[in-house]
């Protein structure tokens, strides 16, 4: 544990919010802190959307509260009244660093004013962990909103070499460290994929293709659907079906054309719902490949997920997909168009699962959760 640094509260989506993986990601964070002897607390929100920025079915997990974590449920997104107050408590707090989430700018006001607020105790460091500065989906005022939020910022953390030049360009002279996003290794252990299958209704004997998490434009899943359709129009490939495990965050009628196409509807296999915590495991054992055809990104959690199941992957070469996924050794890497990644589909069942695992195994050693603590620490020690 760090001699300067030894009370942390983290900022960000964590439960009764269900999330996705920010929450969880927030949640394993919290737990490698104190695991390494750091007194370590949440603040997530009470109020964290408003309707036009969630379209999905609910913000909240059914599941158990995670166990020996201390979560906060303090932040109202849209109440300055409440920005205030929770500024002013964290600055009575004192903690010795604030680990900050951003990832949205329409969090910009609040947490920026939170930060400032608590700054006024000329003792908490703060370090963000940015998932975006610039949004996939643009909306008035993105930059205004972010540059208020940067300000009260000491140093950033960036997950993919994309995010990272954006907060260069945009902060040029704050602190910045690239530390790739760790394994989400807290799902369970891989099971038999006969068992994982089982377990979801699914067929024993298809090759089986994964798209998983929030269905949304920029993901792609449009171009994936597509891909489907020429790879059900050529011989040998009867056996192969596309598994899609998530919640519709995009109007389901843009899909609906491609669902219902003769060619592509029997291949596909949909669980369009929240997947909970608890049934992530059987998705990914279940998988023979992960597919992430999206059209832009910064970094996926998704890929973290597949290297903890040992399941390769055929990502886009869009943000740091690609350079999580070397070619040829853990997955494959397609442009996003619909031929490219039929194409790399076949390329990837004729080469095998067994082709990837030795690249797996070797790469997924460099995610841990330990580095991302280091470097948090580290940089938030930094003068």
């Known amino acids: ?31 490698e802190f104190m695991a390494k002897g750091y007194d370590t607390q949440i603040y997530t929100f009470s109020y964290q959307y408003p309707g036009f920025l969630f379209p999905g079915t609910s913000q909240y997990s ?16 849209v109440n300055p ?32 004013t939170i930060l400032r607020r608590l700054k006024k105790n000329n003792h908490t460091k703060v370090v963000c ?7 996939h989906e643009k909306r008035p005022g993105d930059k205004v909103f972010t540059r208020y939020f940067i300000k009260p910022v000491d140093a950033f953390i960036a997950m993919s070499a994309l995010v990272k030049g954006q907060i260069e360009t945009m902060a040029p002279q704050k602190k ?14 891989k099971l038999p994929v006969e068992e994982a299958r089982e377990h979801l209704n699914v067929e024993k004997d298809v090759k089986l293709l994964l798209f998983f998490g929030f269905i949304r434009k920029y993901k792609g899943l449009d171009i994936l659907l597509n891909a489907i359709k020429l790879v059900a129009q050529r011989p040998g490939n009867e056996n192969i079906r596309l598994l899609i495990a998530g919640e519709f965050y995009d109007d389901e009628k843009n899909y609906e054309a491609l669902l219902n196409d003769p060619d592509i509807k029997p291949r596909v296999i949909l669980r369009t719902q929240f997947i909970p915590n608890s049934e992530v495991k059987y998705y990914l054992s279940a998988a023979d490949c992960v597919v992430q055809p999206y059209r832009s990104a910064t970094q996926s959690g998704v890929t973290p997920l597949a290297y903890h199941f040992e399941v390769p992957m055929i990502v886009t070469n869009v943000g740091g997909l690609p350079d999580m996924v070397p070619a040829g050794k853990v997955g494959l890497v397609a442009t996003p168009d619909a031929g490219d990644i039929a194409q790399k589909i076949e390329e ?11 690249g797996l195994r ?22």
């Open 1 to 31: 544990m760090s001699d300067n640094i030894h009370t942390v509260v983290i900022i960000g989506p964590a439960y009764p919010l269900r999330g996705g993986g920010m929450a969880t990601f927030n949640e394993r964070l919290a737990t």
């Open 62 to 77: 059914t599941e158990p509260a995670p166990e020996g974590l201390d979560i906060k449920i303090k932040i109202n997104s």
């Open 81 to 112: 009244l409440n920005w205030l107050k929770v500024g002013n408590e964290l600055k009575k707090l004192r903690p010795d660093l604030i680990v900050v989430r951003y990832w949205l700018p329409f969090m910009g006001p609040c947490l920026g």
């Open 362 to 383: 070797e790469e997924k050693s460099k995610y841990s959760w330990d580095t991302m603590v280091d470097a948090l620490v580290g940089i938030g020690n930094s003068r």
């Open 348 to 358: 990837y069942f004729r080469l095998g699962r067994e082709h990837f695992l030795p």
């Open 176 to 189: 910045v460290q690239f530390v790739p996003h760790p394994l989400y290794d807290h799902f369970g252990e």
């Open 129 to 135: 962990i940015a998932d975006n500065l610039i949004p």
